[in-house]
């Protein structure tokens, strides 16, 4: 089951010859291994409102790869 795990490497692996088709939302561990932050930290910044953008799927949280970039971008 961890082999099928998305992490932002994989993203870019899986969508490099993609096309049109989109990118799929990172979770919490994507983006803090992108951002080289513990998982802790993002959810502190999501509290304190200073984070990258994310949105509640359900139950879950997920970020939109492009915007976190962005995010990270304007810092």
């Not at 993002?42 to 990258?52: D, M």
Request: hydrophobic share 40%; with cysteine.
């Amino acid at each position: 089951m961890t082999d099928k795990l998305l992490t932002p490497k994989r993203v870019a692996e899986q969508t490099a010859g993609a096309g049109a088709r989109p990118a799929p939302l990172w979770t919490p561990n994507d983006v803090a291994e992108f951002l080289c932050v513990p998982v802790a930290t993002l959810y502190q910044w999501r509290s304190r409102g200073i984070g990258p953008p994310a949105r509640r799927v359900g139950r879950h949280l997920r970020y939109h790869p492009d915007a976190v970039r962005a995010w990270f971008d304007a810092l």
